[in-house]
């Protein structure tokens, strides 16, 4: 990455957005029942479809990744009338399962318009509902004296360990 300024103990993850949301599985399945592949092939993309349809509980994951897009659009603080459509955003799962987000078209524009370098999701689902959480981050911030200062004195009187609290290495 261009630019990246080393991880120290001082310096700031900057965080420029953050997102969430919730969605009945049953809205999905409805969906997918009333409007079947047009639906389908409108908000996910192949791999999406692929890795969806793979599982027992398809709908589930189908729900997990809109969830994921809605929370991903909230951390970009911008509508869908920006010129982003759902399958600017794919999610994809690596080896252990997590999930990690890939943006092009209007959501990358916006992305690189707004100075993210990181977009990070959790998706979580049952029978229910699916919900989701998205992280924006900036590039990190170098820190600022008066900031070694407060930290300096935050480890003097409450001992080392809340370095690590405070931004973990
Ligand atoms: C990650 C884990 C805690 C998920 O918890 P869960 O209660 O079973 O399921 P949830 O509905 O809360 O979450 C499911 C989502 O967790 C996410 N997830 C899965 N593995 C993950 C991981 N390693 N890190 C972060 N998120 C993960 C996925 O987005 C998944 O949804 P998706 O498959 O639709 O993308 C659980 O699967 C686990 O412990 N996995 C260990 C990793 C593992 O076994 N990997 C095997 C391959 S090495």
């Known amino acids: 990455m261009k630019d990246k300024i080393p991880s120290t103990p001082e310096t700031i993850m900057n965080v420029l957005g953050i997102g969430t949301d919730i969605i009945e599985c049953l809205r999905i399945a409805h969906m997918i029942e ?18 969806c349809q793979s599982r027992k509980q398809a709908t589930q994951h189908f729900a997990g990744r809109w969830a994921a897009k809605e929370a991903i659009l909230k951390a970009l603080g911008t509508g869908w009338r920006k010129g982003i459509s759902w399958r600017d955003i794919e999610i ?11 943006l092009r078209g209007g959501a990358r ?49 409450m001992g080392t360990s809340l370095g690590v609290a405070i931004r973990a290495p």
Request: charged content about 25%; proline content about 8%; hydrophobic content about 35%.
């Open 92 to 102: 994809r799962n690596d080896p252990g399962g997590k999930p990690v987000v890939g």
């Open 34 to 51: 009333r409007h079947g592949e047009l639906f389908i092939n409108r908000v996910y993309t192949p791999h999406e479809i692929r890795y």
């Open 109 to 157: 524009d916006m992305v690189e318009k707004l100075g993210i370098r990181e977009m990070l999701v959790s998706i979580s689902h049952c029978r229910s509902h699916a919900t989701a959480y998205a992280l924006a981050l900036g590039a990190e911030v170098p820190p600022t004296p008066k900031r070694k200062e407060l930290l300096h004195a935050a480890r003097l009187s």
